[in-house]
């Protein structure tokens, strides 16, 4: 009873590829640190304000309370209006943080 030994075969396993998602926390009304999402690069953004809905809404409820020299207040102070985050670069925007 002579039989020949097994005949062992490789197994071959495929690649495992492993994806780790790394969230950053968006900036709000300040410059912020970010990873550029197009090419991966760190960068500190540039701020811009923009007029937007918490803007509006003051003008209109200091015009309906008939406070006229103040309703345009609003356009006036940064911390009512929206943010928008651009990279230095490219100057292409990243992120908007909405007051409202």
Known sequence: MNQPPPQIQ???TPGVTQVVVMQQQL???VPGQMTWPQCQVQVLTETIHTTGLLTCLLCGALCCFLCWPCCLIPFCVD???DVEHRCPNCKRVI???KSM
């Open 10 to 12: 490789p197994t071959i």
């Open 27 to 29: 900036p709000r009304d």
């Open 79 to 81: 911390s009512c209006k």
């Open 95 to 97: 992120h908007i943080h």
